[in-house]
């Protein structure tokens, strides 16, 4: 019986655990870029997932957002036109591209 009252004690203990002040919940904002192309990954890149996906691989060559493209098409069997997906490759460069190519 002794047992039963400290395992319930200790499972019951959570509940009354309180945080003093405030809890402030980070908001971080997702800077969606609406330059040229976008209306191309709007309707071919966001049906699966956010644009997080994008924003959270910084900065980036030429190269490695043409292989995400290829990857998201060949692998994740996202469809996409060949036009569509040299139209947002552009995009991903322009506006979140390092400025290099390879
Ligand atoms: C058919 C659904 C689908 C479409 C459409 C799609 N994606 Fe994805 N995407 C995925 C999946 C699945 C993953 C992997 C998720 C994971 O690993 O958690 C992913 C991951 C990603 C990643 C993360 C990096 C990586 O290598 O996994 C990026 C960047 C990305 N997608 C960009 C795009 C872009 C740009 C487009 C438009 C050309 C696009 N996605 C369209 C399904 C899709």
Known sequence: MKKLLVLAAIVTAPLFAQVEGDIEV????FEVKMGKGFGEVNANC????SFGYV???GRQS???WAGKVKKLMVHFK???TDPDAKIVTEYLYEEYGNGELK
């Open 78 to 80: 996202a469809p996409i």
């Open 26 to 29: 980070p908001y971080i904002p």
């Open 62 to 64: 030429k190269a490695f």
């Open 55 to 57: 924003t959270n691989q």
């Open 46 to 49: 966001l049906t699966c997932h």
